[in-house]
């Protein structure tokens, strides 16, 4: 499973590229108003980053305007990916870039029919948002294991964007039900190395090592 990082914020997408555990980037408009920064400066600056794909949102909510939004942020870096809203529009807008060469990223996925018209409108990658279902007592995971069902049904290549991942369970059961990427807070991420053991293993290897009186 390919791991993105959910944020607008450069230092922290710095650190983890840093660790060798990104693939990619996604931001949202909410990222970026909590960022205070300029939009296309901020993408701008994640892609020289990171390899891997970046995904950057239209703000318009009409096929024109989407169209319009997409080729100005697909045209900041060669791996930005749009990403578009799952409405008619989005959709049709995302058949267009399909066809145009842009990678595609459709945001605000809650249904197994919804991702079924994503993955026939030619996206990229499709995002279901687990924590938002999991928030109005929808298992938000049933959701992945359904879209992963349909996909491999009919060998749709549209990749499966596991988003809203909340907790270290989250990314465990997206894995575990197939998701192709997770896109995932900071926080999250880091906290996937910890493990109460490996403190105490640490703490007790370290005392024992410091009684040999070795270097190495
Ligand atoms: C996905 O691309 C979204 O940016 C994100 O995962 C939303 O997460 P949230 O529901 O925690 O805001």
């Not at 993105?4 to 983890?16: C, G, N, P, S, Y």
């Not at 988003?163 to 059961?173: E, G, L, M, W």
């Not at 290897?205 to 040999?212: A, K, L, P």
Request: hydrophobic fraction near 45%.
């Amino acid at each position: 499973m390919k791991f993105f990082v959910d944020t607008a914020q450069a230092d922290d997408i710095r650190e983890l590229n840093d660790y060798g555990l990104l693939d990619g980037v996604t931001t949202n408009p909410s990222l970026i108003a909590k960022s205070g920064r300029d939009f296309k400066a901020v993408v701008g600056e994640i892609c020289e980053i990171v390899n891997g794909p970046v995904s950057a949102e239209v703000a318009a909510l009409d096929f024109d305007g989407m169209l319009r939004e997409a080729h100005t942020l697909a045209a900041i870096a060669d791996n930005v990916v749009v990403k578009l809203p799952l409405t008619l529009d989005g959709l049709k807008a995302c058949r267009r870039l399909d066809g145009d060469g842009i990678a595609t990223n459709v945001t605000l996925c809650f249904s197994a029919n919804q991702a079924l018209l994503a993955a026939k409108a030619g996206a990229t990658y499709i995002s279901p948002f687990i924590g938002r279902l999991d928030d109005i007592n929808v298992d938000g995971m049933t959701l992945i294991n359904e879209m992963r069902a349909i996909y491999d049904n009919y060998d749709f290549p549209t990749q499966i964007l596991a988003a809203s991942i909340r907790n270290a369970n989250h990314v465990k059961n997206a894995a575990l039900a197939g998701a192709d990427v997770a896109t995932i807070p900071p926080g999250v991420i880091r906290s996937l190395a910890n493990h109460v053991l490996t403190d105490q293993g640490l703490d007790q290897f370290t005392r024992d090592w410091r009684t040999t009186g070795q270097s190495i």
